[in-house]
């Protein structure tokens, strides 16, 4: 399984990021796809989910009305869209299948700072 983010970078606080990442539509069908995070010092924690079948979508209450995650089946991508980001969302984040115990990409920085 391969699974490759992009998209990360430096935006000031309120700004917006698009992360995107690629897998084979293999991963895509057969397991729970997340968005994960995680801050230096911290544990990994899970954003967003999108359920196998790519319908239903799930959002923690830490980023819920910010971030919206959905997926683009014609290019086996799925994306997280992060708006009025704050400081405490700088992280790296991760694609990752079957949370916590799946495998993930190499991850992508987002850092929120002015």
């Known amino acids: 399984v391969q699974l490759v983010e992009s998209g990360g970078g430096l935006v000031q606080p309120g700004g917006s990021l698009r992360l995107s990442c690629t897998a084979s539509d293999f991963v895509f069908s057969r397991a729970n796809m997340y968005w994960v995070r995680q801050a230096p010092g911290k544990g990994l924690e899970w954003v967003t989910v999108?359920?196998?079948?790519?319908?239903?979508?799930r959002v923690s209450d830490s980023v819920k009305g910010r971030f919206a995650m959905f997926r683009d089946s014609a290019y086996n991508t799925l994306y997280l869209q992060m708006d009025s980001l704050k400081p405490e969302d700088s992280a790296m984040y991760y694609c990752?299948?079957?949370?916590?115990?799946?495998?993930r990409g190499q991850g992508t920085q987002v850092t929120v700072s002015s």
């Open positions: 990752m299948a079957n949370y916590p115990n799946g495998p």
């Open positions: 999108i359920l196998k079948g790519g319908v239903s979508t």
